[in-house]
């Protein structure tokens, strides 16, 4: 794999009620390696921008892909993942020999694919598409919490949470919801009786 060009593709988003799926694909120089790199979820916010205008100056290519949430709720979560990093994966401006995918799917793509439970955890090129990826959404999320303020949106990028729960009740659903993700559909369910 030495001379291998390799993609390394991961997504953020999969848990959210809200928001879209994104997804990242980035070729590392391996000449000029970035320090620092690693998941996305083990760096504080202050790392991850660092990071990510570093991975965006420094590596072969990088590219971004996402899949809406009225895609999300059409296929399901898993396949609107894999669309999000075939997307990314047909943004490189070059043409990995190989893609290395966090997770234990592969999406479609016109080069060899290898999945990697936990990848983001030991290989660089994951590593750095989970950063763009994640920084990528929650600054979405941070610009949907003005537009949609009392949501919480900045705060939880989306997830869950109770306060997020109790604004759906209060206030409804926006049109940035997956209305097939729990509570969304109980919520859709109880409005139609």
């Known amino acids: 794999m030495m001379g291998l060009r390799i993609a390394g593709l991961d997504e953020v988003g999969r848990g959210p009620i809200a928001g879209p799926v994104v997804a990242a694909a980035v070729i590392l120089d391996r000449v000029h390696p970035i320090e620092g790199l690693k998941d996305s979820k083990a760096l504080s916010e202050r790392q991850r921008n660092h990071l990510d205008a570093g991975i965006k100056q420094r590596a072969v290519s990088w590219a ?4 809406e949430v009225d895609e999300i709720d059409a296929l399901n979560i898993l396949q609107a993942s894999l669309l ?22 592969l999406p479609d793509l016109p080069c060899i694919g290898r999945w ?23 600054a979405e999320m941070v610009a949907l919490d003005s537009e949609y303020p009392g949501y919480g949106f900045a705060a939880h990028k989306g997830y869950p ?24 559909r109980t919520l859709l369910a109880a409005a139609s009786l």
Do not use: Y
């Open 64 to 67: 971004l892909g996402r899949a």
């Open 84 to 105: 999000a990093m075939t997307r990314a994966f047909d943004g490189l401006k070059a043409l990995p020999e190989l893609a290395l995918v966090d997770g234990n799917r």
């Open 116 to 138: 990697i439970i936990k990848g983001d955890q030991f290989v660089g090129a994951i590593q750095a598409a989970s950063i763009i990826a994640k920084v990528a959404r929650d």
């Open 161 to 184: 949470t109770l306060k997020h729960r109790a604004a759906l009740i209060e206030l409804g659903l926006t049109p940035h919801h997956r209305r097939t993700f729990a509570p969304c």
